[in-house]
């Protein structure tokens, strides 16, 4: 029985023109990152600030961010702010 020989490796992506341009390559983000984006920033921020008001000890940082998605999404159910989900009927 004959072994099919491996298949050709397929070209590499060209290069994004400002790293051709000798520019670092901007990082490419995810369409629906806008909303996603902010919340992780917004939780990221809060977690920081627990950290510090803790004594800036580490070791604790999941506990840290937990609590700071807690905070986060309690405030948001407060203000009812939009989540972007759809809701099913």
Same mark, same amino acid.
Do not use: C, F
């Given at each position: 029985?004959?072994?099919?020989? #491996?298949?050709? $490796?397929?070209? +590499?992506?060209?290069? &994004?023109?400002? %790293? /051709?341009?000798?520019?670092?390559?901007? #990082?490419?983000? $995810?369409?629906? +990152?806008?909303?996603? &984006?902010?919340? %992780? /920033?917004?939780?990221?921020?809060?977690?920081?600030?627990?950290?510090?008001?803790?004594?800036?000890?580490?070791?604790?940082?999941?506990?840290?961010?937990?609590?700071?998605?807690?905070?986060?999404?309690?405030?948001?159910?407060?203000?009812?702010?939009?989540?972007?989900?759809?809701?099913?009927?």
């Amino acid at each position: 029985m004959a072994r099919k020989s #491996p298949s050709a $490796p397929s070209p +590499a992506r060209p290069p &994004a023109p400002e %790293a /051709a341009a000798g520019r670092p390559a901007k #990082p490419r983000t $995810p369409k629906k +990152a806008g909303a996603s &984006a902010d919340r %992780a /920033a917004r939780i990221a921020e809060r977690a920081y600030l627990i950290y510090k008001a803790r004594g800036s000890s580490h070791g604790q940082h999941v506990e840290d961010w937990l609590e700071a998605e807690r905070q986060i999404e309690a405030e948001r159910q407060i203000n009812d702010e939009p989540t972007g989900r759809v809701r099913k009927r």
